[in-house]
């Protein structure tokens, strides 16, 4: 069974900077995409940024490029993603996502952990 656990939420003010992380078990990942997905109050989920377990391939948002960086440590199996020059607009839950290559839609998620940006 795949567990995702997020951690590294909070409030931080306008222009800084956190780093969540997703830590994942339950088997392995050498043929999973990892992803992050964030929900505003009243709004969508929406798709953050995404990489593969190999690391070789990299998504992100055009909303969050050259601000966030997904990365991963194969090592340890979690998912980081870093997030500078935060906007209060990032503001949301953001969740740990996986799912494999060959599956369109994103199987595993975690709880989510809560992101406060003030401006």
């Known amino acids: 069974q795949v567990q995702l656990g997020e951690s590294g939420g909070g409030l931080v003010q306008a222009g800084g900077s956190l780093r969540l992380s997703c830590a994942a078990s339950g088997r392995t990942f050498s043929s999973y995409y990892m992803g992050w997905f964030r929900q505003a109050p009243g709004k969508e989920r929406e798709f953050v940024a995404s990489?593969?377990?190999?690391?070789?391939?990299?998504y992100s948002a055009d909303s969050v490029k050259g601000r966030f960086t997904i990365s991963r440590d194969k090592a340890k199996n979690t998912v980081y993603l870093q997030m500078n020059s935060l906007k209060p607009e990032d503001t949301a839950d953001y969740y740990c996502?996986?799912?494999?290559?060959?599956?369109?839609?994103?199987?595993?998620w975690g709880q989510g952990t809560q992101v406060t940006v003030s401006s």
């Open positions: 990489i593969s377990w190999s690391g070789s391939s990299t």
């Open positions: 996502a996986a799912r494999r290559i060959d599956v369109r839609e994103w199987t595993y």
